[in-house]
């Protein structure tokens, strides 16, 4: 197949270029980029007049729910709600069931992957067995098999000492540590910020120093150990600060956002509005001001959906009976180019923190787009005025507190691989 | 912020929590509360307001003084009642709730008394029951009660005249206490001149003076010239929790006993959501004494529901006639 892409608007900034170019496209590969190779013939003709076009999107932290949770979501379908949010490349936190703690689930969900054929989709491995916090995984064999870094995933490794040997361990295999910090006591079984809103709707709350009381612990033992480590899903202003402070001394850590807590806060939960039900929790607006803050600093380097597909079921009840999480895929793009339009960072801050950024956080070759590397590419409309319906997700999670948004941004293809794995049907393609 | 509790015409359809609803509103139901506590005290305890209408109490939580006044209120309306004790234990969680509605509705019930023990409970079944149905929330987790905060007004207002002159005080366990929060708002709504809460910090929520309280941790200083007194229950789990160090420390710093009550003004009321715990959060002699007012709390409980039921099955016109 070979694709030529017309009169786009370039956005690369990896390769600092934001201009007008054609893309040329065979094999799976970019061919060239503005001068159209002698004798080459496209199958595809795309023409980006007006559109943006961008190298495929990252996703350093997405739950597709397989295995263990098939009814739920599949690799399949979840890969097909990635690519229509402009995702080529995405990250699978080892919280399946089974953990991601063995060659097995690894090769599994890589096959099931690979059967879909959408979407890159590396796994990241567990930190302990069954992630229980007690017995290191064997990180060598889970390398590999090919685990682009290793995690505990939601749960909490209590005990520092055995923090610290799994750090080193990890060190040892050059693993990246993915770290969702929380302290389980001061989690405790909370559900939403604590503050004024937690005191008014008398929910159970879950105060900043639950994560940045985990972020301190885990940094001081990431200078000890050396461990190259990276923040998934920070929550707090505070925690911006402190891992500014561990940058600057020198350490080898990153952190990522959600698009949910750059746009939502505590008073969204409005009247226990289950689809805000969230983990960690949305917090109070100086937060959220702070994190698009540490964005803008370039403390925070990428962003990322956390995307937590759920069922109807899951969200239909008491709020803190109902499951936390939010289905994040095809809002991910539109979310962050909305910061662009309202102004807090800038188009190649934004483009970068979703290509280039996470492509660096995962040492892996993609986020940009350079002459012989694999085609992931995604194209955008930036003209658009489209209500968010959460109910026509391809996601099989239909779960979105941003129903009801307008979007100026909307994914109209993706192409991974060299092949077009989405096409949103109102834009009219010229096949040749 | 209880989005759905008046319909169009600004009429109470729902009765979720305090917050959101208007003076007058809270006044009507004191007014009309008045005219029913008088049934009561009646040969026939009766009048015809709810014939025909079939109200369910579903506790989803164990209650036995606030289910009691729900049903005699019912009764008392002439209503159809059925109370059903539902074990959350035993029924999967959330599906139950929802299944358990659908079919209750199936049933054409039409009005719902809802407790339960998650907070925004009563607001989600407001939510997904069917338009003609009304839910009154009789407790939801340790978000509201509004009809304990209604009959606690009513109380004040029998005993004191004008609102805005009062220091009411609240003391103990506000972090845990539904109780506390619709009374908190059911106060500011009526103008009071100052609510104090009076507890230790782990028995506070984080951010407490933006319910518009002034905060004590002092019972001495807090208790100073107020007006009405409200003791809360203490949970005997708080102490498994590192909230407190033991019943008696508790009592001793925050119990209510004659001697702390003398600070306050000389005709204050000393009030209590029940059920007591006599030496824990207030001393024997004190709930006994002669500025208690804890059992005509109960008396109003009932006149109270009666008000709020009829209210929002909506039937005024009805109702003046048979006052007659």
Request: overall charge negative; some cysteine; hydrophobic content about 40%.
């Amino acid at each position: 197949m070979k694709i030529h892409i017309k009169n786009g608007r370039v956005i690369d900034p990896a390769n600092q270029v934001d201009a007008q170019q054609d893309i040329f496209i065979s094999d799976g590969k970019i061919l060239a980029i503005n001068t159209q190779p002698d004798g080459f013939a496209a199958d595809k003709t795309i023409d980006a007049t007006g559109l943006f076009v961008c190298p495929g999107l990252i996703d350093l932290s997405a739950r597709l729910r397989e295995p263990g949770q098939e009814h739920t979501a599949t690799i399949d379908s979840e890969t097909l709600a990635a690519v229509a949010g402009g995702i080529t490349t995405l990250c699978v936190p080892p919280d399946t069931d089974p953990v991601i703690d063995t060659p097995a689930v690894v090769e599994l969900i890589e096959d099931r992957a690979k059967k879909a054929g959408r979407a890159m989709v590396y796994t990241i491995g567990a930190l302990t067995q069954k992630l229980n916090g007690e017995l290191l995984t064997e990180m060598a064999a889970l390398k590999a098999a090919g685990c682009i870094g290793v995690s505990n995933g939601l749960s909490p490794i209590k005990n520092s000492l055995i923090l610290r040997r799994a750090m080193e361990y990890a060190a040892t295999l050059d693993l990246t540590l993915f770290i969702n910090a929380t302290d389980p006591w001061l989690l405790g079984n909370g559900c939403v910020h604590e503050g004024a809103i937690s005191a008014r709707l008398g929910l159970t709350g879950i105060p900043e120093t639950a994560e940045t009381i985990a972020v301190a612990r885990d940094l001081l033992l990431i200078e000890l150990t050396g461990v190259r480590a990276h923040f998934h899903n920070i929550s707090c202003g505070k925690t911006v600060q402190l891992i500014k402070d561990a940058k600057d001394k020198g350490l080898a850590v990153t952190a990522d956002v959600s698009t949910h807590h750059l746009h939502l806060s505590e008073h969204d939960i409005g009247n226990y509005d289950t689809f805000t039900h969230v983990m960690p929790p949305l917090r109070s607006i100086r937060d959220r001001e702070q994190l698009q803050q540490g964005l803008r600093d370039g403390v925070i380097t990428a962003i990322c959906t956390n995307h937590q597909p759920l069922d109807n079921d899951a969200k239909l009840g008491p709020f803190a009976e109902t499951a936390p999480g939010i289905s994040g895929l095809e809002t991910l793009l539109a979310l962050t180019l909305k910061l662009v339009d309202d102004e807090e960072i800038t188009l190649q801050q934004a483009i970068a923190s979703l290509t280039s950024h996470p492509a660096d956080i995962l040492g892996i070759d993609a986020g940009q787009l350079n002459v012989g590397s694999r085609a992931d590419i995604c194209i955008i409309n930036p003209n658009t005025h489209d209500e968010c319906q959460p109910t026509q997700f391809v996601s099989a999670g239909k779960n979105s507190p941003f129903s009801g948004w307008l979007f100026n941004n909307k994914v109209c293809h993706t192409i991974f691989n060299g092949k077009v794995v989405f096409e949103q049907d109102k834009i009219q393609s010229i096949s040749v | 912020m209880s989005h759905n509790q008046l319909s169009a015409n600004g009429h109470l359809q729902h009765f979720l929590s305090i917050e959101g609803l208007k003076r007058p509103l809270l006044t009507e139901i004191m007014d009309r509360a008045e005219q029913f506590s008088s049934i009561s005290s009646q040969q026939v305890k009766k009048v015809p307001l709810l014939r025909g209408k079939t109200i369910v109490n579903l506790f989803f939580e164990n209650s036995t003084r606030t289910r009691t006044t729900f049903e005699l209120a019912a009764k008392r309306l002439s209503a159809d009642v059925i109370s059903l004790n539902i074990n959350t234990s035993s029924a999967s969680k959330g599906e139950s709730l929802r299944d358990t509605l659908h079919n209750l509705e199936a049933m054409h019930c039409d009005m719902f008394v809802v407790r339960h023990s998650q907070s925004g409970a009563a607001e989600f079944i407001a939510q997904h029951v069917a338009p003609h149905v009304s839910v009154i929330n009789a407790g939801d987790g340790c978000h509201a009660h509004p009809t304990q905060a209604m009959l606690d007004m009513f109380t004040i207002r029998r005993h004191k005249n004008h609102f805005p002159d009062l220091r009411v005080a609240i003391i103990g366990d506000i972090l845990h206490s539904r109780v506390a929060r619709s009374q908190i708002q059911a106060l500011a709504t009526l103008g009071v001149g100052e609510i104090r809460v009076i507890a230790p910090k782990t028995l506070l929520p984080s951010d407490c003076q933006t319910l518009g309280v002034h905060v004590y941790h002092d019972m001495e200083a807090g208790l100073k010239d107020v007006d009405v007194v409200i003791t809360l229950r203490l949970q005997k789990e708080r102490m498994a929790g590192a909230l407190l160090p033991s019943a008696r420390e508790y009592f001793q710093c925050y119990g209510l006993t004659e001697q702390k009550l003398s600070l306050a003004k000389p005709d204050a009321i000393v009030m209590h959501p029940g059920p007591i715990n006599r030496g824990v959060e207030i001393a024997s002699a004190v709930a006994d004494g002669p500025q208690s007012v804890i059992l005509e709390q109960v008396t109003h409980g009932i006149a109270v529901r009666m008000a709020i039921m009829s209210m929002a099955l909506g039937s005024q016109a009805e109702h003046k006639e048979v006052l007659v």
